[in-house]
């Protein structure tokens, strides 16, 4: 019985892709994709004894040892070159997300992925920007609500042209529509350059941002009252900030 999060990150996941998940915790994401006939074999990684062991039991009970390796160690450290097409990493910050993979991609361990299938929790610009930096177009984004958190979906692959077909998804003047005008391209990395274009129709991608913006509200009252001329600048942008993402929403 999986989880929506969970079934919408294998439904980015290429039919017959071997996959690599890091930081699986109880390895359903792989035995989902065994079972769903979407993968021929699997890595699931952990970095905790604790979860290892629930991922060799949840392994085993599939009967599914053949297929999936349920291996412990640091991110990518688990996988050899060439032993993975498609890797998921979810369920973490963006900010590990972001560390596992540069030092996977130091290590030699992204040469063959074809591609990358994350889901920060938070913290999701950082992805964006590391995926920007290293050559991995951003090819779909989804966004969806799950017991009342909101999680993201990044689908990146590897493609010749990526860097440049990257710089326009990243370039508002590249847009047909309005936000063009009033956009930095700051804000697409913070925002999700599909997700902005495209809002999903249950309105989830809308609602947190305009619960972003009335947090931006609360703390600029607050630093109204201060005197400090640090706290002056940074009331300053965060104003910008909160005008600017009304002015896209
Ligand atoms: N991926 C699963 C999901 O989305 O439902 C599990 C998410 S769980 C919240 C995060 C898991 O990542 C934990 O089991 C934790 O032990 C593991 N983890 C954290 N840092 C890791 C690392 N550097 N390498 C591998 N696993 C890691």
Do not use: C
């Not at 999986?2 to 990150?9: A, G, P």
């Not at 009033?182 to 941002?209: C, F, Q, T």
């Amino acid at each position: 019985n999986l989880s929506n999060r969970l079934e919408r990150i294998a439904y980015f996941v290429g039919q017959g892709r071997r996959v690599a998940d890091i930081g699986s915790d109880h390895a359903l994401l792989p035995v989902y994709l065994l079972q769903s006939g979407k993968s021929p074999s699997a890595i699931a990684g952990e970095l905790n004894g604790g979860p290892y062991e629930a991922a060799r039991r949840q392994v085993a009970g599939a009967r599914l040892e053949e297929a999936i390796q349920v291996r412990q160690g640091n991110g990518l450290e688990v996988v050899q070159p060439g032993e993975a097409d498609t890797i998921t990493i979810a369920g973490m910050g963006g900010g590990l997300i972001r560390d596992i993979l540069e030092a996977g991609r130091l290590q030699g361990k992204l040469e063959g992925v074809q591609e990358l299938v994350l889901q920060p929790n938070v913290g999701e610009e950082l992805v964006r920007r590391w995926l920007f930096n290293n050559g991995w177009y951003l090819q779909e984004e989804e966004i969806l609500e799950e017991d009342g958190k909101t999680y993201e979906i990044l689908h990146a692959v590897r493609e010749p042209d990526a860097d440049v077909r990257n710089k326009q998804l990243y370039d508002p003047s590249f847009w047909e529509n309005a936000y063009a005008k009033v956009l930095r391209s700051e804000l697409l990395y913070v925002m999700g350059p599909w997700l902005l274009r495209k809002p999903d129709a249950n309105g989830i991608w809308a609602r947190k941002w305009n619960r972003e913006i009335e947090k931006l509200e609360k703390i600029s009252r607050q630093m109204e009252r201060s005197e400090l001329a640090e706290s002056q600048e940074k009331l300053k942008q965060l104003q910008r900030d909160r005008d600017e993402l009304k002015e896209v929403l």
